[in-house]
C-alpha cells in the first residue's frame, strides 16, 4: 500500500463532522437554557428587565400591527440596533392586556380572553400573548325612528348608506360614525338643530346587538348674516366671494366644508374655522363666524432628489398668492433633470366672472433629451377651469406651441414615414377629471378618472395637423387587513388630420418605465427603430394592478405585475400583445409620500436590455 494514502486517514474526517455537530447543539442547548420561560412572579423587583420582543398567537381579526399599535409596550425597532432595548414593566404588560380586552370589544368581540407568558434571557423578557378572540356580536336589530312629523333619513337622501347595518359586527365606530352620518343628512338639509340620540342593548350571550337612533329634527333653518374676523392684508370682499352659501338660504352643512376649501385654496391663510352660530332673537336664522389666520404672501420653495429614470433633478419656485390683489396667485417655476428641463410662469385668476370658474395663463419653455429625439418647445397654454362639484373639474383651453426637433437617428425617420422637424401646434383642448380619494399621495381607497383631448389643424394657424385623447382610470379598493388593491388602465389614441409627419414626436404615445410599465427602461415597450430607439405611436394600452400592505413601522410592501403595447397605427389597442412586467417593492411612508424601491422584471426583454430594472421614486406610481 502506498505510504502517502496513510497520512489522510477517513476516521479523523468523521470525528470532525460529529464534533462539530455536538458544538451546535450544545449552543443551541445554552440558547434555549438562556431563554427559558420565567414565571412573573419570579421578575426581581431590584432587577432593570428589558423588552426584547412581543409575540401572538391567535390573532385572526386583526393583525398584530394593530394590536401594537394600542400597547404602551414598544419594542426597538430592528433597524436601531445601537440603541438599547426599552425597559420591561410588568404593570404597563397587564395595562395593555386591558386595552387588548378593550379594543377587541370596541369591535365586536365581548367574549375576548388574554394571557400571557414570558421567556427571559438575562435581563431580556420576550412577551407571548395568546389571544382567544371568541365570536363577533352582530347587529341583529337596527331601528331609526324620527320624531315629529320630519322626513326620514332616506327620504332625505336617497342614496344614503349608514356604516352600520343589521347583520354587521357590532363596531362601535360604526356605531358611532352611523349617528353622525345620520346627523350629518339632516344638517344637509336645513335642520341645524338636528340631535340624534343613540342606544344600543348588547346581548353577550346570544352575541347579539339591538341598536335605537332617534333624530330630534328640530326647525328648518337658513344662514344668516356671516362675520369674518382675523384679517389684515387681504380684503374681506375676496373672502365673501369664495362662500358657497348666502344669506337666507337654506341651511347646508356641506355648503360650509366647501367655503372652507375654497378659502384654503386660495393660499392665504394659515388656518380656515368655519363655525355656524345662534341667534338669540330667531332660532332659524343661522349666523355664521368665519375665523382666519393670515399666512406669508409670497412663498420660495426649492428641493433636490434623484430617480432610476431622470437621474439627478432640482427644482425652484416662488409664489405670490395674493398678486395685484384680488387672489391672484402668480408662480415662476424652474425645474432641472437629466431628461427635460423646464421654465414655467404661471397666472391663476380665482372667480373669473363666476366663483366656480377659474382663469389660468400659463408659458413655459422646455427642452426635452429622449433616447429619440431632443425637442425644444416654448408655448403659451390659456384655460378655463369650472369645478363642478368638490369631486369633478372640466377644463378648456388652447395650446399654442412652437417645437423643434434634433438628434433623429435616419432610421427612426423611415420606420414612423417622416416627421416634421419643426412648426407650430394650434388648437383647442379639453379635460374632465373626477377624484374621490382621501390621499393625494397615497390613496387607501376611492377612484380617480381622467380624459384629455386636443387638436391641431390648419385652421387653426397650425403646421401640425393632428388629434389626440388619452382616458386614464384608477380605483383603490380595501381588503381589510390594511391590504389595499390599487388597479390602473390607460387608453390612448391619436391620428393624423394629413400626413403621417404632421403628428410631434413629443406627442406621440410611449411606454414603459417609471410610472408605466415597471420592469422595462425609460419608453422602452413597442417597437424600434433598427438604431433601437423607440419609435411610439398612435395607440397605446397600459394596465396595471398592485397589493399593498403596510409591513413593519413605516414600511409598506407591495407587489404588481403591470402590462403595456404602443402600435404605429392608430385603434389599433393591441391586447392579445401585451409587453408585461412584474416584480416586489418596497416603500417607506414620508411627509412627502411613499418613498418607493421597486424592482421589475420583463416578460419580454427588449433587445439590447437588462433582465429586470431597478426604480426609486416618491410617491405612489398610481
Not at 455537530?21 to 412573573?40: E, G, H, N, Q, T
Not at 417645437?403 to 414612423?416: G, M, R, W, Y
Not at 396595471?544 to 403595447?565: H, N, T, Y
Amino acid at each position: 500500500m502506498d505510504s502517502r494514502l496513510r497520512k489522510v486517514p477517513a476516521a479523523p474526517r468523521a470525528w470532525s463532522r460529529i464534533g462539530i455537530c455536538a458544538v451546535l447543539l450544545f449552543a443551541l442547548s445554552i440558547l434555549r437554557a438562556a431563554a427559558a420561560p420565567i414565571d412573573a412572579a419570579q421578575l426581581d423587583p431590584a432587577r432593570h428587565y428589558q423588552l426584547a420582543r412581543i409575540d401572538f398567537s391567535g390573532l385572526s381579526a386583526f393583525s398584530a400591527e394593530q394590536i401594537k399599535s394600542i400597547m404602551t409596550l414598544k419594542e426597538r425597532p430592528w433597524y436601531q440596533i445601537w440603541k438599547p432595548l426599552p425597559p420591561f414593566s410588568k404593570s404597563s404588560l397587564e395595562d395593555d392586556l386591558s386595552n387588548i380586552r378593550r379594543f377587541y370589544e370596541a369591535h365586536g368581540y365581548y367574549d375576548v380572553a388574554t394571557s400571557y407568558r414570558l421567556e427571559a434571557r438575562r435581563n431580556a423578557i420576550t412577551v407571548l400573548i395568546a389571544i382567544h378572540q371568541g365570536r363577533a356580536t352582530r347587529v341583529a336589530v337596527l331601528r331609526v325612528t324620527v320624531a315629529g312629523n320630519a322626513p326620514t333619513p332616506r327620504q332625505l337622501d336617497l342614496a344614503l348608506k349608514m356604516p352600520l347595518k343589521e347583520h354587521d359586527i357590532f363596531d362601535q365606530t360604526a356605531y358611532q360614525d352611523t349617528a353622525q352620518t345620520l346627523l350629518n343628512t339632516y344638517k344637509s338639509h336645513g335642520y341645524a338643530h338636528a340631535v340624534v340620540q343613540r342606544r344600543a342593548i348588547v346581548t353577550i350571550a346570544e352575541r347579539r346587538a339591538t341598536v335605537y337612533y332617534q333624530i330630534i329634527p328640530g326647525e328648518r333653518c337658513v344662514f344668516g348674516t356671516t362675520a369674518i374676523v382675523g384679517l389684515h392684508k387681504v380684503s374681506s370682499e375676496l373672502v365673501r366671494r369664495q362662500l358657497v352659501y348666502k344669506t337666507g338660504e337654506l341651511f347646508d352643512i356641506r355648503k360650509l366644508a366647501a367655503s372652507r376649501e375654497a378659502l384654503v385654496a386660495l393660499n392665504l391663510f394659515n388656518s380656515v374655522d368655519i363655525q355656524p352660530g345662534t341667534d338669540p332673537t330667531n332660532g332659524a336664522v343661522i349666523p355664521i363666524t368665519v375665523a382666519l389666520s393670515e399666512g406669508p404672501k409670497h412663498t420660495i420653495n426649492g428641493g433636490i432628489g434623484y430617480n432610476t429614470q431622470t437621474q439627478f433633478n432640482a427644482t425652484l419656485g416662488w409664489n405670490d398668492y395674493n398678486f395685484i390683489g384680488g387672489g391672484r396667485q402668480f408662480s415662476v417655476t424652474g425645474a432641472y433633470s437629466n431628461v427635460t428641463s423646464v421654465f414655467d410662469a404661471k397666472l391663476l385668476q380665482p372667480d373669473f366672472i363666476t366663483p366656480p370658474l377659474s382663469l389660468t395663463l400659463e408659458g413655459s419653455g422646455q427642452q426635452q433629451s429622449y433616447q429619440t429625439y431632443t425637442a425644444y418647445i416654448v408655448g403659451l397654454d390659456p384655460h378655463l377651469d369650472y369645478k363642478f362639484t368638490r369631486f369633478l373639474t372640466g377644463a378648456l383651453g388652447w395650446r399654442l406651441e412652437y417645437l423643434k426637433f434634433n438628434s433623429v437617428n435616419p432610421s427612426t425617420i423611415a420606420a414612423i414615414g417622416g416627421f416634421r422637424s419643426n412648426g407650430i401646434l394650434s388648437g383647442p383642448f379639453a379635460s374632465l377629471n373626477f377624484d374621490d380619494t382621501e390621499d393625494p399621495f397615497n390613496p387607501q381607497q376611492g377612484e380617480r378618472v381622467s380624459l384629455l383631448a386636443n387638436v391641431s389643424s390648419h385652421s387653426f394657424g397650425a403646421d401640425y395637423r393632428y388629434w389626440r385623447a388619452l382616458a386614464d382610470a384608477r380605483k383603490y379598493v380595501p381588503l381589510g387587513w390594511r391590504t389595499v388593491l390599487a388597479g390602473r388602465a390607460r387608453i390612448g389614441l391619436e391620428d393624423t388630420l394629413s400626413h403621417i409627419d404632421d403628428i410631434p414626436l413629443s406627442e406621440r404615445f410611449y411606454s414603459g418605465g417609471e410610472g408605466s410599465v415597471r420592469g422595462y427602461g425609460l419608453r422602452r415597450i413597442g417597437p424600434l427603430s433598427l438604431s433601437n430607439d423607440p419609435l411610439g405611436g398612435r395607440s397605446l394600452v397600459e394596465t396595471s394592478v398592485e397589493l399593498r400592505r403596510p409591513i413593519v413601522w413605516k414600511l409598506i410592501g407591495a407587489v404588481f405585475f403591470d402590462c403595456g403595447q404602443v402600435a404605429l397605427q392608430s385603434f389599433d389597442l393591441r391586447v392579445d400583445s401585451l409587453q408585461c412586467g412584474y416584480g416586489p417593492s418596497l416603500g417607506l411612508n414620508s411627509p412627502v409620500g411613499p418613498i418607493n424601491f421597486y424592482l421589475g422584471f420583463p416578460t419580454q426583454k427588449p433587445r439590447g436590455d437588462s433582465n429586470w430594472q431597478f426604480y426609486l421614486s416618491i410617491g405612489q406610481y398610481f
